[in-house]
């Protein structure tokens, strides 16, 4: 009934390093690796510090940005190296692993709006929403995306002129499959790396804000894809999918579907929303 887990799990700066906190019931072990200790599983051990399957490990001496995954020994004996599932920032895709990111210290300016919607109900006023997808609402002559820095000043001079009050924003959350527009997510807590950092992202509702345009997000936790870096048998078995094979997989899109009987995944969903 944790529906703020994030603050717990993951990986959060304390004093000397970073404290990685993960969920993986069925494991039989698991460890922290990245570029600071060449990836090596033998070397950073965490524990299994709950029997519900919470487990634990310091690293010393980090620095933001850099990259990190769990290397889990699964129930099946097999070792995966998996992106930690509640991570704030990710490589830019191909790219797959977690980065280490920082959420504080972003500036807001977007009191006034904050304190107008206390003032005046939505329900009561008019809405023209625009709904748009970032990677192709306008690109760069070579193809490339606009970044959110960009987006917040080309994007939300656009929606303004043009009478709207809020934007719908299709799925950020991080995805590795340009293909599937953000509806095949790896990384729930984390908005997608291909147009900046997190604080970038912030930068962007920020400047909706100022503007008086409200920002809609859509959150698609329908299903999930069989990423090897992904949730898909985190821990060698069926741990947030549905053990039960006739309630495991939409088949029309070959993605595995949350176990929603299961306090944990709610807890996990919830918290992303």
């Known amino acids: 009934n944790n529906y703020h887990a994030y603050r717990y799990f993951g990986a959060h700066f304390e004093k000397d390093g970073v404290r990685f906190r993960t969920w993986a019931p069925n494991a039989r072990e698991i460890s922290i690796v990245g570029d600071f200790n060449g990836w ?52 830019t895709r191909p790219a797959t692993a977690s980065k280490l990111y920082m959420l504080d210290g972003f500036e807001w300016n977007d009191e006034r709006w904050m304190q107008y919607k206390k003032r005046y109900s939505i329900y ?53 499959y340009d293909g599937s527009w953000g509806y095949q997510v790896t990384g729930y807590f984390a908005p997608t790396a291909r147009f900046g950092s997190p604080k970038d992202f912030m930068y962007f509702v920020d400047q909706c804000h100022q503007n008086g345009i409200g920002v809609i997000m859509d959150w698609v936790p329908a299903h999930f894809p069989k990423d090897e870096i992904g949730l898909y048998r985190f821990d060698g078995s069926w741990q947030y999918e549905y053990a039960d094979v006739n309630k495991r997989e939409h088949e029309g899109w070959g993605t595995e579907v949350f176990d929603y009987g299961k306090n944990e995944v709610r807890s996990f969903l919830i918290s992303s929303a």
């Open 40 to 91: 090596d599983p033998e070397i950073d051990p965490m524990v299994r510090v709950t029997d519900a399957g919470f487990w634990e490990g310091f690293v010393p001496n980090l620095q933001e940005f850099d990259l990190y995954k769990f290397a889990v020994r699964g129930k099946d004996g097999e070792l995966h190296l998996k992106a930690d599932p509640f991570a704030f920032h990710a490589e």
């Open 124 to 176: 009561e006023r008019p809405m023209n929403i625009y709904e748009v997808h970032l990677g192709s609402w306008r690109l760069h002559e070579d193809g490339s995306c606009l970044s959110y820095r960009e987006l917040a000043h080309e994007l939300v001079l656009y929606v303004k002129e043009m009478g709207y009050t809020h934007i719908e924003l299709l799925p950020v959350t991080e995805f590795p």
